[in-house]
């Protein structure tokens, strides 16, 4: 099996930790974002979205890391309470992995990462998104009482979670009015230290191209406006 992963990329750093979790074992191949490798013909064959990471599971390919995370589990690890079996505790999991996607990582992503990479800025609106999706995430800890993402023990759906906020510590951004958030956050570094080491990593290179952006002026983006010099 091999994950075509970016080294700071919060899917592939999502998927990293749970096949370190499942104790599956795999090749990691690296994807040079910064040389746009994913938008080669070739990359398109394993993934039309061009976007990483993606599973070359013996020659199936997926991509989608929420996708990923799933067939995992249910293709190696069935009876793993990364992923529960009861419908409403995994309604609750796949919901948190929906909610990361669409929500929390939805307003991570275009706040913190794209204005490392591409041509945008950090305004106003992007943080309100920002702060209405770390609420949100906080009303969720609030009233499921729980002490990770879905359920007292650690899931799946708390990986992909636990990448996204990395890129706020990345760049110093506070989570004191969010006390639950920071709460679960350094509990999984405390109680998965083997599995933090993987996500630390990539917070490490995201912090150091929040002080030293990329070059990318000698690439075209098909959708992001590239930064000139
Ligand atoms: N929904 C996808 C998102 C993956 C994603 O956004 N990957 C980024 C790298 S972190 C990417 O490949 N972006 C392509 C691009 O911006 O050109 C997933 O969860 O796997």
Known sequence: MKLYVVSDGPPSLAVRMALKA????YDLVDVDFIAMEHMTDDYAKMNPQKEIPVLDDDGFYLSESIAILQYLCDKYRPDSNLYPKDPKQRAIVNQ?????????????????????????KRDPVGLKKLNIALNVFETYLKRGGTKYAASDHLTIADFPLISATICLEAIDFSLKDYPLIEQWYST?????????????????????????PPDMSNFSHPIHPVKKN
């Open 22 to 25: 499942l104790d599956i074992p």
């Open 96 to 120: 948190r992995l929906c909610f990361n996607m669409a929500f929390y990582y939805g307003s991570i992503a275009p706040y913190v990462m794209a204005p490392i990479f591409f041509d945008y």
């Open 188 to 212: 999984f570094k405390s109680e998965y230290p083997e599995l933090w080491e993987i996500s630390e990593g990539g917070m490490k290179v995201i912090s150091d191209f929040e002080k030293n």
